[in-house]
């Protein structure tokens, strides 16, 4: 008993002296520190900071403070100072006339586990091996003459989406789940070369359910807040268990990949003709993986990563859209009457609008933007952060702080959208605003040097879906369910989706041939 007592004593009294030092080091640390001039924000809480004050939906949070604070605020997240910038200007400052200073990232759990330790586009720190990340991205995954070369598995997958909701008829559909076997599939075909949704195949090593289980893992995990990112100190407590998950999750991830990898390089052993007619993305990047002339060798782990980045990123955003689109829509029907009227002047009733056809089509391009605008995917953007200590707007902003741009905020900004809270896409007809990353007041996809490199790619699958789901289909509410019942929630993950997805109604508006595809 003495000697328990002896060692629990020593013990306390070593905690208590490193307790004093640690206290003593901060206590001279600021006293030491420059006082800087920070931008506006409320007063932290110790430990938490302002975390106390982000609800489930942390873009509508961090709104209401803006409101307060300013388009320019500061807060800080556990152990970590974080700037959100809430306005177009602040958004330009940040992604474009700062933008080399501003574009590294925070690390997080999720970019750890789901990156094989940053070695993708999304997570990678800024440098070499981020720069060849998005020449091989923009040359050669996305390029015009690669993404046209798909454009037969987009029209495949179209004519299933649409064949599959003409068997439905009269009964009511779950809209999402068609779009996201859609969008899975098209992805699925481009990247990997093969369906992993087709319930036909038997010698897949997947089951079409354990790969959505998967996909729906990976993006929940990816968008929710882990403690630890925050509380660095408080990570390996796995409070909410999602480190568990996400090792789980990307040794799950690991053994599907290294089967793709194989079969791939199995196929090219052969020497298949095939294959090098038509090359799918995971064949191009083994080819990358090969070039000697590279600045950084993209290794096996790196190829891995950038196919998880390019199913993470090709699948939901898209889908989440359409959907929507097609419940603002049924909000105010009358909006429905303009837009199939323009589909039948523009394409007339006896054939399917192709992807050639949206430049014609500017009301169809309108009801995109205004559901970009008003429901982002991404509602603050991928997290950046500063590389260096520098000014801001005559404000500090420290090397390692978080960076957060509300493009969510700025869709609401009545200073830039007259009634920002009404569904209206005649706002964009006649002018030259888009999604591209230039104009700053409308930035789904990002801008600057970490904008989303696959935008092309998403803006197409969105374009062409709603355009015939729209000329295809008359839609409407199941029951006699009102427009003003609709439920328009969301809710934050990865991207953000409707809370309650739409169930509707679909009657076809075609001559009946069209649907035998």
Known sequence: MEISFTLTTSWAAY????LATMVIALLCRRFHQKKLNLPPGPKPWPIVGNLNLIGTLPHRSLHQLSLTYGPLMHLRFGSFPVVVGSSMEMAKVFLKTMDVTFADRPKTAAGKYTSYN?????????GPYWRQARKMCLMELFSAKRLESYEHIRVEEMNSLLLGLFQSLGKPVLLKDYLTTMTL????RMVLGKRYLDESDQNSIITPKEFVKMMDELLLLNGVLNIGDSIPWLNFLDLQGYIKRLKALSKKFDWFL??????????????????????????????????????VKLERHGVKAFTLDLLLGGTESSAITVEWAISELLKK????????????????????????????????????????????VAPMLVPRCAREDCNVAGYDVQKGTRVLINVWSIGRDHELWKNPQEFYPERFIGKETDVKGQDYELLPFGSGRRMCPGYSLGLKVVQSTLANLLHGYNWKLPGDMNPEELDMEEIIGLSTPRKFPLVAVVEPRLPHHLYSL
């Open 15 to 18: 905690a208590v002296a490193w």
């Open 333 to 376: 029907p009358e909006l429905f009457e303009k837009a199939t009227q323009e589909l039948d002047e523009a394409i007339g009733q006896n054939r399917w609008v192709t992807e050639k056809d949206i430049p014609n089509l500017p009301y169809i391009e309108a009801i995109v933007k205004e559901t970009m605008r008003m429901h982002p």
């Open 258 to 295: 290294e089967h793709v990898l194989d079969e791939h390089n199995a196929a090219r052993m052969r020497n298949d003709e095939q294959n090098h007619v038509s090359k799918d993305m995971v064949d191009v990047l083994l080819d990358l993986a090969e070039d000697q002339t590279l600045e």
């Open 185 to 188: 599939n098209v992805i699925s």
């Open 118 to 126: 940053f070695s993708d586009i999304i997570w990678s720190p800024y």
